[in-house]
């Protein structure tokens, strides 16, 4: 397998099935992205939405990965979330793919860190985590979970 990464820079029927068929393999209770909200990522002048295509499979997708890149008062942050590869691709350097570019973009952008999240029963990734470099950090991470509501009004 062959991969390249590049940068979304436009939502098409290919980029919307591809998360309709990757989104369930990450998550079982987000819903998959539909063209409006892939255009809001795209279009987003923080966000990179990543995409791995297999070149030798006619330039399918195989995974992608966001970055987001912010300016804070103590400097330039990244933020890498929604790393996903697709099962039948797992092992073949997809993810290792996308995190050295979205690592390279985040660098290039003055970014003083790139952090993510991992749970912990996803060994491999991180495994692959600690591979590339990244450490664990002694914080703690709060939520709110908030009520749904239409960003439009």
Known sequence: M???VAEATAVDDDL?????????Q?????????RAE???IVSS???????ARDRDAGGAVVGT????????????RAW??????????QGRGVATALLRRAVELAGDAGAR?????????????NRLYRRLGFTIRETNIYRLELEARDPGT
Not at 16 to 24: G, N, T
Not at 26 to 34: H, I, Y
Not at 65 to 76: K, W, Y
């Open 2 to 4: 062959t991969v390249a």
């Open 113 to 125: 860190t790139v952090d993510l999240t991992s749970r912990p029963d996803r060994e491999a990734a």
């Open 65 to 76: 990965l966001t970055l987001v890149v912010f300016a804070i008062p103590t400097g330039v």
């Open 26 to 34: 990450l998550s079982r209770s987000a819903p998959a992205p539909g």
């Open 38 to 40: 892939l255009e809001a």
């Open 80 to 89: 890498i979330e929604d790393v996903v590869t697709d099962t039948a691709a």
């Open 16 to 24: 919307v099935a591809a998360f309709a068929r990757l989104v369930p």
């Open 45 to 51: 002048r923080c966000t990179s939405l990543l995409v």
